[in-house]
Every structure is written in C-alpha cells, then in structure tokens.
C-alpha cells in the first residue's frame, strides 16, 4: 500500500512533468511541492487542483484505492460543459440564502444559475430531477472527503426526518450548511463533521432545533468522489 507522498511522486512521474513545472501549473512553490513528495506534508493545500494536474482524482491520492482510477471517470467532458445535452444532463437549480425585506434569512434558488448533473446520476440515486437542488460547500469542516466550493446535490424530499450519519443541507439562522446529522433520544440533533480536530461536534436542544434549524434536503451526489 503506497502512502500519500509516494503516490504522489508516481502521478508526478507517470505525467511526465518536474516538480517546478508541477508548481507553477497549479500555484504553489516547488519547496512545497517537494514536502509532499518526501513525507513532511500529509494534508496539502489545493490537492484538487494538484490531482487535476497529475491527471488522478483527489481520492486516490489522498487514500489510495485502484493506482488506475483516472480523473475522467469525475470530470465532465468538455462539450458537455459548453453544451449539455438535455437529454443527458440536467440543469439544476443552486440554492442561496438572501436576507428579504424584514431581514429575515430565506432560502432562495439563484437566478439564472444552474449545476448540470448527468441524468445517469440522479436514475442511480432513484431521485426525481423535480425534487433536486444543489448547494455549495463552504469552508473546511467536511475535509478531506468535501473542501470548500464543492457543489453537492440534495434531494429536497428528504426534509422532515434524518438518517443517522447522513449528510443534509441545512439552514442555520443566515447560514447555508452541510453537515452530518445524528438524532438525539431528546429531539435534539447532533451536526458532525469530517474534519472533527477542527470542527468538534455540535449538540442542539430540540429547542435550539426549533429555534435555529431548517433542514432542506439529504445530500446524495458530490461534484467528486468520495
């Protein structure tokens, strides 16, 4: 089993191109691109951006799996993204949240914004295209399986009661979440992260629920693989 730094070295190698020319495709320094090849950085900065380069996906360079798996199996072809096709690919709405008059916080769908999405995808997931929107990750609590700016696709259905240790999209006062949730015995609900160290688990009274949580949908499709 290869670990980060060696699997790493090898995309490099495989693709044919120097840690220099590596560093300046993706902006970063060739010091740092060296730590990650000798071991000294385990968590690198970008590593979306690095996996695209090395033509792998994120995935496998963070934790391994099939040394084959290539980034196309991720990553739309480029007519796709100039012209969907719709018989292919559904446009789905982007949800926001917006302060309106009273300033008070309301989920919105961005005008004249839409994620395409492989209707394959949503068959797979047994999910009316009606019923799916799709929200962007912000911030780094879901790393590394989620980074900020990745879109996710949620089917809005699924609002009324979780499954422990799913991912939801919420909205929490004026914020746009997504988290996973666990139900307390009390009402309450427990929202989790990936990136635990960083983000420790946050408990809720079935009052702050209440008062603060707005679940808008179960989380079933990710712009990577996870």
């Known amino acids: 089993m290869y670990n980060l730094a060696e699997r790493f070295k090898m995309a490099r190698e495989k693709a044919g191109i120097s840690q220099v020319q590596l560093a300046e495709k993706v902006?970063?320094?060739?010091?740092?691109?060296?730590?990650?090849?000798?071991?000294?950085?385990?968590?690198?900065?970008?590593?979306?951006?690095?996996?695209?380069?090395?033509?792998?996906?994120?995935?496998?360079?963070?934790?391994?799996?099939?040394?084959?798996?290539?980034?196309?199996?991720?990553?739309?072809?480029?007519?796709?993204?100039?012209?969907?096709?719709?018989?292919?690919?559904?446009?789905?709405?982007?949800?926001?949240?917006?302060?309106?008059?009273?300033?008070?916080?309301?989920?919105?769908?961005?005008?004249?914004?839409?994620?395409?999405?492989?209707?394959?995808?949503?068959?797979?997931?047994?999910?009316?295209?009606?019923s799916v929107r799709v929200v962007k990750v912000s911030g780094n609590s879901l790393y590394p399986v989620l980074t900020n700016g990745d879109m996710v696709a949620i089917d809005v259905t699924e609002n009324q009661s979780i499954s422990d240790g799913d991912l939801y999209a919420l909205r929490d006062g004026v914020l746009l979440r997504v988290k996973i949730l666990i139900a307390k015995p009390d009402g309450g609900i427990i929202l989790r992260s990936f990136n635990k160290d960083e983000y420790p688990d946050e408990i809720l009274t079935f009052e702050e629920c209440k008062a603060r949580i707005h679940l808008i949908g179960r989380v079933f499709w990710s712009c990577r693989s996870w």
């Open 27 to 130: 902006g970063l320094t060739q010091q740092a691109i060296a730590k990650i090849e000798n071991g000294v950085t385990t968590q690198p900065r970008k590593v979306n951006q690095l996996a695209f380069a090395l033509g792998v996906t994120a995935n496998w360079l963070l934790f391994g799996g099939d040394e084959n798996e290539r980034q196309q199996h991720f990553v739309m072809p480029e007519w796709e993204q100039t012209e969907p096709n719709p018989v292919i690919i559904a446009e789905i709405p982007i949800l926001n949240i917006e302060l309106d008059n009273d300033k008070k916080p309301q989920l919105v769908e961005l005008e004249r914004a839409v994620f395409p999405i492989r209707k394959e995808e949503l068959r797979k997931a047994r999910v009316s295209e009606t």
